[in-house]
Structures are given as C-alpha cells and as structure tokens.
C-alpha cells in the first residue's frame, strides 16, 4: 500500500458520505412519488373496472333492443305499419345498395372467384413520371411547386 491508496480510500469514503445525503435528501420525494403512482393505478384498476361493467352492461341493452326488435318485426307479420292507443311502429327497408355477402374462401383470395368477377384496376406510377419529368416535360404531368408557411416564434423577454 502507498499514499495513493490512502488517498483513493478518503475519496472513496467522502463520496458514500455524499452519496448518503443525496439519497436522503431524495427519500421523501421518491416516497411522495411512489405513492402516487400507487394512487394513479388504484385509479386506473377502477376506471378499467367500471368500462368493464359499462361494456358489459351495453352489450347486454344491444341484446334486449335486438331481441325486442326481432320480436316486433316477427308479429309485424310482413305489415309496413301499424299503429295501436298512440304507438306507432313503421317497418323499413334499408335503402341504397343491398348488402353483398362473399364466402370466406373467395372473400380472402378473390383470385379464386371466376374470371367474369375479376376487377382490374390501372394505377399510375407517379415514381416513374416524377423520374421522367427529372428529364424533361411530359404532355400530361408536370411538378408543382412546393408550398410556403410561415413559421412564427415568440421569444419570452
């Protein structure tokens, strides 16, 4: 052992003296912290709680709309209207495009699908025009110019 070992030894020693204080001064923030992060997930759990039975308590009022509806439109009997001491019930068609249902297979892979359904569709290819117009004009593209903002900052004084 030398001097330098000596000396190496007292840094060692004032560095765990500061390294002390520093971590107790620290220990009430890291305290006031913890707790209320543990605060912050107490509050999450019971948020997430109530979504839960908010959802489930949706689901459950989609069913008994969808159930009460299949039942009126069942005693309908195939009627577009009826009306009853003040209730009114309308039965309507949905309008526009009737609903196209594809199975699975031919959903997933249309190539599978006979020829006559085949849709090709023509895209351009605006990588290669841009190249293109790199070298000189084209007839029915050409590069517009870039926009200009205004950025503005304002400097606390």
């Known amino acids: 052992m030398n001097e330098r070992t000596f000396d190496k030894a007292r840094q060692l020693a004032q560095l765990q003296i500061e390294f ?3 971590v107790e001064l620290a220990r ?3 305290e006031r912290i913890q707790s209320q992060i543990a605060h912050m997930r107490s509050i999450i759990k019971a948020s997430e709680t109530a979504i839960a039975i908010l959802e489930k308590s949706a689901d459950a009022k989609r069913a008994e709309i969808a159930e009460l ?3 009126i ?7 577009d209207r009826g009306d009853y001491q003040g209730v009114s019930i309308t039965v309507k068609s949905a309008g526009g495009v009737q609903a196209l249902e594809i199975d699975e297979p031919y959903k997933s892979e249309p190539a599978k699908l006979p020829e006559r359904y085949h849709e090709r569709k023509i ?4 990588d290669l025009i841009r190249e293109d117009l790199a070298e000189g004009p084209l007839a029915f593209a050409r590069l517009l110019p870039r926009k200009r903002t205004v950025a503005v900052e304002v400097k606390d004084e």
Do not use: K
């Not at 439109?73 to 009627?79: F, I, P, R, S």
């Open 20 to 22: 002390g204080a520093m």
């Open 28 to 30: 009430p923030d890291v």
């Open 69 to 71: 509806e299949r039942q």
């Open 73 to 79: 439109l069942e005693e309908m009997a195939g009627a």
């Open 123 to 126: 895209v351009a290819n605006t």
